[in-house]
T-cell receptor, first 114, second 117 residues
Framework: DAGVIQSPRHEVTEMGQEVTLRCKPI?????LFWYRQTMMRGLELLIY????????DSGMPEDRFSAKMPNASFSTLKIQPSEPRDSAVYFC????????????FGAGTRLSVL | AQKITQTQPGMFVQEKEAVTLDCTYD???????LFWYKQPSSGEMIFLIY??????QNATEGRYSLNFQKARKSANLVISASQLGDSAMYFC??????????????FGTGTRLKVLA
């Protein structure tokens, strides 16, 4: 299995532009998570889906952020409009359920908003 | 109150020696899981080891072991025979399980480990 695949790996954009981050989870993993990591705030959970349904989006900072999971193999996190304070590494993770329910992370997308 | 506390922002260890990274947690739920992740300078988050709240024995995975003391609510990571490649940030995390069937993962602030040659 290729693991969790995130694209792009790096994104540089200007303030006000729309940014779309993509994630392909491990096949068969029914939970998907979006995290944001910054030096100041550490690793923050933004949203998580179970069986493609959003379960907890309390971590989504504001209406500029939205996430979708149209099917079991694809999710997007969109920021519109982007702001410099959105600069961070965004991770997608997935979990299979079961007793251990271990999260496996993608390599992350490093976003820079100028 | 912090749910996951890692009190050591940074640690040094000599190559080939063992090192313990501390983690304490706070939950009132009987069912939970504890995890350690490694984040090298390249940035990816690598799963290392898991301990379930009902597990009687401490988890081990190769050179990694988890010193689980339930009464003290601690889940320290022990790395034996440190290698230069162990230099990284290490995160402790907890999964809280809710009766609704949902759950939440909470991460600590991390400990940066530097292995010295």
């Amino acid at each position: 299995d290729a693991g969790v695949i995130q694209s792009p790996r790096h994104e540089v954009t200007e303030m006000g532009q729309e940014v779309t981050l993509r994630c392909k989870p491990i096949s068969g993993h029914n939970s998907l998570f979006w995290y944001r990591q910054t030096m100041m705030r550490g690793l923050e959970l933004l949203i998580y889906f179970n069986n493609n349904v959003p379960i907890d989006d309390s971590g989504m900072p504001e209406d500029r952020f939205s996430a979708k999971m149209p099917n079991a193999s694809f999710s997007t996190l969109k920021i519109q409009p982007s702001e410099p304070r959105d600069s961070a590494v965004y991770f997608c993770a997935c979990a299979q359920g079961g007793t251990k329910n271990i999260q496996y992370f993608g390599a992350g997308t490093r976003l820079s908003v100028l | 109150a912090q749910k996951i506390t890692q009190t050591q922002p940074g640690m040094f260890v000599q190559e080939k020696e063992a090192v313990t990274l501390d983690c304490t947690y706070d939950t009132s739920d009987p069912s939970y899981g504890l995890f350690w992740y490694k984040q090298p300078s390249s940035g990816e988050m690598i799963f290392l080891i898991y301990q379930g709240s009902y597990d009687q024995q401490n988890a081990t995975e190769g050179r990694y072991s988890l010193n689980f003391q339930k009464a003290r609510k601690s889940a320290n990571l022990v790395i034996s025979a440190s290698q230069l490649g162990d230099s990284a940030m290490y995160f402790c995390a907890m999964r809280e399980d809710y009766t609704s069937g949902t759950y939440k993962y909470i991460f600590g602030t991390g400990t940066r480990l530097k292995v010295l040659a």
